[in-house]
Nanobody, 126 residues
């Protein structure tokens, strides 16, 4: 499975960006896609996850109400719509996938996800 993330950029606080993650390869073996982010000097942290077949979603508290994860099955692509961006959202954003939809603490762990995209930089200026 190969994942390619794109759509990052520089935006002012309060602005919006939409990230995309295109999946290719044996995507039928995957049933969840997630977004993580990593700011300089910090650990990679969970942002959101979506069930590929069900569309079920789950968000980190820090982005709930501002970010929306969605998927287009026909394009094998997952999106992250980010609104009301804050300087603390500045990070490299990564998409990742796992075999089955994760629950509980599994959602937050990078070990749950076995394929990762290359990351795309999001910078929010104040």
């Amino acid at each position: 499975v190969q994942l390619q993330a794109f759509g990052g950029g520089l935006v002012q606080a309060g602005g919006s960006l939409r990230l995309s993650c295109a999946a290719s390869g044996r995507t039928f073996t995957r049933d969840a896609m997630a977004w993580f982010r990593q700011a300089p000097g910090k650990e990679r942290e969970f942002v959101a996850v979506i069930g590929w077949s069900t569309g079920n979603t789950y968000y980190a508290d820090s982005v709930k109400g501002r970010f929306t994860i969605s998927r287009d099955i026909t394009k094998n692509t997952v999106y992250l719509q980010m609104n009301s961006l804050k300087p603390e959202d500045t990070a490299v954003y990564y998409c990742a996938t796992t075999r089955s939809y994760p629950y509980g603490s599994e959602r937050y762990s990078t070990w749950t996800y076995d394929y990762w995209g290359q990351g795309t930089q999001v910078t929010v200026s104040s």
